[in-house]
């Protein structure tokens, strides 16, 4: 395991496949699930195994989180603790219903724990595991899950990054995906797949540091977006860590975006491509601010704000860089795009690309500018608003 690029030839990388999650997705509940549509499952299904299959065409080796998660269940105490901690985050305020979806939950074939804990557990289901009813079991308006349903978990991204041979944790923003992280800490704590990595310590990280506001440029640097759902504390605790007391990087790079849901993570709209080629929304180029933190004397982090963003990626990578601008001749059709996640390129290879093939224009663009693109379906894992970078958590580039 090994993450020094966003790059380099993907050799192992983590997915998640999408589940009976989007199936518990409602109409009254959808923005506090962070959606704006319900995506199809059986279609999203079918676009994600293409997905798969297009990355292990490339020569990248798949595994699923689920897989993992079922594996090291096999340790009863793994699997109570894991059902433990989910329900720490719930908001299960009566002891016998939480001792009842435990009890519940244990007995279970452990892929079947790791199905419902994604997929939330409905009161229906709850009340005919007890002796007696609480207010939440007769109330009949409310949320109608005792264990909330986790669409958002094929978005691998973002509950983590691997920086160089170890992992950094995300803190999530949001009350709907504050679960997410914790199959990514288990797995990484207990399976033999991650028996060389430690999880980075950044304990107490504050809310709001999430994978796709995480951009590894080099060995020594991480760029990191000023975004929605990435918060200065949480950076500034980051580069405390990481420059100061861990002296892990020489600089962190900070791209402040505008805060807006259409451009919720760094990734939305910037990604890298090759050696010294990035992929840039234009809809925002007049509203971005790059900045850069090192280390200072005694273990202070020094800030400073660095010049345009071309300018600026040259002089901190000490390299001349390329920005490729997604419009071709229309911004109008650029953010039409890029709110299907035109920008949202995963590499596969320096200079090869994973993208949606409804975006033809970027997808034009890219291929203009001497950049392969393996082209996948997208329509129904979109409306979650993300795209092939937001799918994959790499584990291992060249």
């Known amino acids: 395991m090994n993450v020094t690029s966003e790059i380099g030839a993907l050799k192992k990388v983590l997915l998640y496949r999408p589940g009976m999650e989007l199936e518990h997705l409602l ?9 704006d549509e319900i995506p199809w499952l059986e279609r999203a299904r079918e676009e994600h195994d293409a997905f798969a299959r297009a990355l292990t065409e490339a020569g990248t080796r798949v595994y699923y989180i689920q897989d993992l998660v079922a594996d090291i269940m096999a340790e009863r105490p793994i699997k109570e603790d894991l059902i433990r901690e989910h329900l720490e985050l719930s908001n299960i305020a009566d002891p016998d219903t ?4 435990f009890e519940y939950l244990l007995d279970l074939p452990d892929n079947k724990t790791t199905e419902l804990l994604t997929a939330g557990l409905h009161k229906r289901l709850v009340r005919d ?3 007696h009813l609480s207010l939440s079991d007769l109330t009949p308006v409310g949320f109608p899950f005792y264990l909330p349903p986790l669409p958002s978990m094929y978005f691998m991204r973002d509950h983590g990054v691997m920086v160089g041979k170890d992992i950094l944790m995300s803190s999530m923003f949001s009350e709907a995906r504050k679960r997410e992280p914790l199959f990514l800490r288990k797995v990484v704590k207990h399976h033999p797949l991650f028996a060389d ?4 310590d950044t304990e107490p990280m504050p809310k709001g540091l999430e994978g796709g506001d995480v951009l590894v440029l080099s060995e020594d640097t991480l760029l990191v977006g000023l975004s929605q759902r990435t918060t200065e504390q949480a950076i500034e605790t980051l580069a405390l860590r990481l420059l100061g007391e861990q002296e892990r990087l020489k600089q962190i790079l900070v791209l402040q975006i505008p805060i807006q849901r259409a451009y919720m993570h760094l990734d939305t709209v910037f990604t890298m491509l090759d050696y010294d080629k990035f992929l840039f929304y234009p809809g925002i180029r007049d509203s971005v601010y790059l900045y850069r933190l090192t280390r200072g004397r005694s273990g202070r982090i020094h800030a400073e704000q660095l010049g345009d963003l071309k300018g600026g990626l040259t002089q901190a990578l000490e390299r001349p860089v390329q920005i490729i601008y997604t419009n071709g001749s229309s911004l109008h059709q650029a953010s039409r795009e890029q709110w299907n996640d035109s920008t949202n390129t995963l590499a596969v290879a320096p200079g090869k690309v994973v993208v949606y093939n409804r975006n033809t224009l970027a997808n034009k663009t890219l291929r203009s500018a001497g950049i392969e693109t393996i082209e996948i379906e997208g329509s129904e894992l979109v409306r979650g608003r993300g795209g092939p970078r937001c799918m994959s958590l790499p584990l291992e580039r060249e």
Do not use: C, G, N
């Not at 939480?98 to 979806?101: C, I, K, Q, T």
């Not at 990595?197 to 980075?200: A, C, D, Q, T, W």
């Open 129 to 131: 595991l007890k002796d």
């Open 98 to 101: 939480r001792s009842a979806v």
């Open 27 to 35: 109409p009254a509940y959808m923005e506090d699930m962070l959606f």
């Open 197 to 200: 990595v430690e999880i980075i």
